[in-house]
């Protein structure tokens, strides 16, 4: 089954090279690997998306801190 979704893409706050530098042993650690500094933000103008339920996420109490940051999944 294939999912269509419509988009458009913006631009961020400009911070998550530097929120990935500060957390980058923890994001190798979940991850395995090393992370592209940057993100690619895609508003969804239909459709509907739900994150994988085996998506990685980084959660505050990992790393100290007061926001859980973000949540990974792979990409086909």
């Not at 458009?8 to 957390?23: H, N, P, V």
């Not at 042993?25 to 969804?44: A, D, E, K, S, V």
Request: aromatic letters at 10%; glycine letters at 8%.
């Amino acid at each position: 089954m294939h999912l269509i979704l419509r988009d458009e893409i913006r631009t961020g706050k400009g911070d998550f090279s530097y929120w990935l530098d500060q957390l980058e042993p923890h994001y190798t650690r979940t991850t395995r690997m090393r992370l592209f500094p940057g993100t690619l933000n895609i508003h969804l103008t239909s459709g509907s998306y739900r994150t994988p339920t085996n998506a990685l996420r980084l959660e505050k109490e990992e790393y100290g801190g007061r926001v859980s940051k973000c949540s990974l999944s792979l990409c086909h």
